[in-house]
């Protein structure tokens, strides 16, 4: 609707949604201005945000704990020996994640995947997904930093650390404990510099208990 006029008059009877997935660090911008009639011409919301009238977050999962699928016997960092994984394309983004990244790569080896790094994507015909995750399992944690700081949004980036063995490290403005278990996640925010966070993660790296207590 926003690459065309709307039509003048709303049907009678007839409801208009104004449904999107992205942030609005997407939608507002030179070519979109908020006091357009179009903003008025919708009736309901169907965003990722659960104040819209149909909540509709695309990657949300509900986590059932089962003590039968924990295994207290297995050291999920034996044979790890990489520290921290990212797959990322968009470069420069309102996060400023790859601000972060840049100064914590200074206290911690950071591996960059994608567009933005300097290591080879998946294969040619490969599952980006199953690829990612294949490779994530080579890591001790995985960078889940979203593109914008906006509330109760998430991304992939998170939701593919569910399927893998290893410690999701999160930016973005949401209460994480409401997706994944508390302690099974490390927030930035947490963390007075990506120096500090950095020595946190060679704490836990180097304690497989601790390490271990984040994935069960």
Not at 63 to 89: H, M, Q, Y
Not at 155 to 183: A, C, F, H, Q
Request: hydrophobic share 30%.
């Amino acid at each position: 609707v926003f690459r065309r006029d709307p039509p003048e008059h709303r049907p009678l009877g007839q409801k208009w949604i104004m449904y999107e997935t992205e942030p609005p660090t997407k939608l507002w911008g030179p070519h979109l201005d908020y006091e357009s009639d179009i903003w008025r011409a919708f009736n309901m919301t169907m965003t990722y945000t659960s104040d819209s009238t149909i909540p509709n977050n695309i990657y949300s999962q509900k986590c059932i704990l089962n003590p039968d699928w924990i295994s207290t016997n297995e050291n999920f960092a034996k044979g790890k020996r990489k520290d921290v994984a990212w797959f990322v394309s968009n470069c420069e983004t309102p996060s400023q994640r790859e601000v972060y990244v840049k100064e914590l790569q200074r206290h911690i080896d950071v591996d960059v995947f994608g567009s933005c790094g300097d290591i080879d994507q998946c294969p040619r015909g490969s599952s980006p997904d199953s690829c990612i995750a294949k490779t994530i399992n080579e890591y001790k944690f995985y960078l889940s930093f979203e593109n914008s700081l906006c509330e109760e949004y998430y991304t992939e980036k998170l939701v593919r650390t569910l399927w893998s063995n290893v410690i999701p490290i999160v930016m973005g403005l949401n209460d994480y404990s409401t997706i994944l278990p508390p302690g099974s996640f490390i927030d930035v925010r947490n963390f007075s510099s990506p120096q500090r966070l950095a020595e946190f993660l060679r704490e836990v790296s180097e304690d497989d208990e601790q390490y271990n207590s984040f994935i069960e």
